[in-house]
């Protein structure tokens, strides 16, 4: 008989659909609380330790999503994103030590979808997976329903179907959120958005604690596609800048 799992969140999930993450943390201590979480939530869960243990596992396990830590022993975990991401497209959440705009935007730019700063409450950890998640089955189910023609703003084209973005006719590569965001973006143009409703929107998370996260994929998302086509509103949110009439 085939076993179903009941998860905090309420959820149940048979033990064959149970969906794979890989957890990659050195520290012995949080992997085992990361992982016996996502266990309680319905996940299969396997760990590692350092970067070629995670590349290994990953190619071997084929793992539904990624919670990847920055600062690995062997090569780090951005390089672990590089090489995850060459073999098949993963989610990926990055955990990072430091409050570090920067480390944040490389990771960002190497296929990271989302990021947390240590440390971070587990219930938050388990409620971004099971965002990333959905957010992959709603792409799939994007892409198997089709929409008629492309969005042209100005020399910005968006692609729906093919979820493909084009900036002056060339091919700009953008990660799951930063095509679902440049498409809550595009879907009021030159309307001014908070950062609490991208974050409701796009990442279907509630909690304003996130917004510095809508921040740094904004940033990813102006250089990629011209910074000039988004605009800051101070202290309220963004807005997508289209042409003139």
Not at 121 to 130: K, P
Request: glycine share 8%.
């Amino acid at each position: 008989m085939e076993q179903t799992h009941i998860g905090p969140n309420g959820a149940a999930a048979s033990a064959g659909a149970q969906r794979r993450v890989l957890v990659v943390e050195d520290d012995r201590t949080i992997v085992d609380a990361i992982a016996a979480r996502l266990r309680a939530e319905g996940f299969q869960v396997r760990t590692a330790g350092d970067g070629p243990a995670a590349v290994d596992t990953a190619e071997a396990w084929q793992p539904d999503l990624l919670v990847l830590d920055v600062m690995l022993p062997g090569f780090d975990g951005l390089e672990v994103c590089r090489r995850v991401q060459a073999q098949r497209p993963v989610p990926v959440l990055m955990l990072t030590a430091r409050d570090d705009e920067t480390d944040m935007l490389v990771g960002l730019g190497v296929g990271a979808d989302d990021y947390m700063t240590k440390p971070f409450s587990m219930r938050e950890l388990a409620a971004r997976v099971h965002v990333l998640l959905r957010r992959v089955e709603r792409a799939a189910l994007a892409a198997h329903t089709p929409r008629s023609g492309i969005l042209r703003l100005g020399e910005l084209e968006i692609d729906h179907a093919q979820r493909r973005v084009r900036v002056r006719g060339a091919d700009v590569h953008l990660t799951p959120t930063e095509f679902d965001l440049l498409v809550c973006l595009a879907n009021t143009p030159r309307a001014v958005l908070s950062r609490e409703q991208l974050l409701a929107e796009v990442w279907d998370w509630a909690d304003a604690s996130g917004t510095r996260t809508v921040d740094s994929h904004i940033k990813a998302l102006r250089r990629k596609i011209g910074a000039e086509r988004i605009r800051t509103v101070h202290g309220v949110g963004y807005a997508l800048e289209t042409p003139a009439a």
